[in-house]
């Protein structure tokens, strides 16, 4: 089977590195500049839809694409801890221990503007060793599903547009509890339980 694991809140913890960056740089740090206007920036909390725009307050929503694509892609995604300090190596073990030789694994994540190269550095701060990696994006994102057969993955827009052919195993997150799936885990550290059941119903 083709397996692919998205990297947001899956491997690493980008909403918790958005938060930090957005807080030093817009409410510790931020002087604001001569003539412009008062804004209160601010981040409602809790962050429970992944319309993230509507938790990270700017004063424009090309303000927030600066800030996410342009601006601070190398802090929040490049410099963004793993989900916990046991993730690449439970990660590790997955690919080297668990999957059999059959099976095909990649992963895959957001690819827009800056933060293609920044992801790419956060893999391999990590020393992660899978050779294919994907990036999508709003124009592409239908088309991953049509190369996986199962995909980890938080992301509530690639849930919600799951084949019915293919099997969905998803990372529990506050923005994301509405969303359907085949399978629901806390962590990576469930996918190990989730593959058996996969082997039994395909063997």
Do not use: C
Not at 51 to 58: D, H, I, R, V, W
């Amino acid at each position: 089977m083709k397996f692919a694991f998205d990297t947001d809140e899956v491997l690493r913890d980008t909403l918790s590195k958005m938060k930090a960056t957005y807080e030093k740089f817009f409410i510790e740090d931020y002087v604001s500049e001569e003539g412009e206007e008062e804004f209160e920036y601010k981040i409602i909390e809790p962050i429970t839809s992944h319309k993230f725009s509507e938790y990270f307050l700017f004063p424009s929503e090309s303000d927030y694409i600066n800030f996410l694509y342009l601006d601070f892609p190398m802090n929040i995604f490049g410099h963004s801890p793993s989900m916990s300090a046991n993730t690449f190596n439970t990660f590790s073990d997955i690919q080297k221990n668990v999957l059999s030789k059959r099976d095909k694994l990649s992963v895959i994540g957001m690819g827009v503007a800056k933060i293609k190269p920044a992801s790419l550095f956060f893999y391999s701060k990590y020393g992660m060793e899978v050779d294919n990696i994907q990036f999508y994006n709003k124009k592409t994102i239908k088309k991953i599903w049509s190369k996986f057969d199962v995909i980890v993955t938080a992301n509530p827009n690639l849930l919600e547009i799951k084949p019915k052919n293919k099997i969905s195993i998803k990372i529990n997150t506050d923005y994301n509890q509405n969303y359907e799936s085949d399978y629901s885990i806390d962590s990576i550290e469930g996918f190990t339980s989730v593959y058996n059941q996969l082997k039994l119903k395909h063997a």
